[in-house]
């Protein structure tokens, strides 16, 4: 019962812009720990970003850092991934997750679909 969507994705020329978003249902929102992972073709998965369960504390992977901000705004049960400055090797496919765990360390114990992210050159 508990689902993660994942929306916002598509097709960006590089130095371009999106905005994903992650709406959460069946968990309660505001205590966990929300972040964003990507999986790139032919590449395992990882972390690009996560934000605690306030929205004060934020961690984000050296390779987006400055580029990718993360927020939430827990009323609304959503968190959001702000892309700008997008390069081709940040095509993936985008996943939204919930986590009991601290930032730096953050892990998935719930997972979005997915939604998929293409930059062209």
């Known amino acids: 019962q508990v689902q993660l969507v994942e929306s916002g994705g598509g097709l960006v020329q590089a130095g371009g812009s999106l905005r994903l978003s992650c709406a959460a249902s069946?968990?309660?929102?505001?205590?966990?720990?929300m972040g964003w992972f990507r999986q790139a073709p032919g590449k395992e998965r990882e972390f690009v970003t996560a934000?605690?369960?306030?929205?004060?504390?934020?961690y984000y992977a050296n390779s987006v850092k400055g580029r990718f901000t993360i927020s939430r705004d827990n009323a609304k049960n959503t968190v959001y991934l702000q892309t700008n400055s997008l390069k081709p090797e940040d095509t993936a496919v985008y996943y939204c997750?919930?986590?009991?765990?601290?930032?730096?360390?953050?892990?998935?114990?719930?997972w979005g679909q997915g939604t998929q992210v293409t930059v062209s050159s």
């Open positions: 997750a919930a986590g009991h765990h601290p930032i730096a360390t953050m892990r998935g114990d719930y």
């Open positions: 069946g968990l309660t929102f505001s205590t966990y720990a």
């Open positions: 934000i605690d369960w306030s929205g004060t504390s934020t």
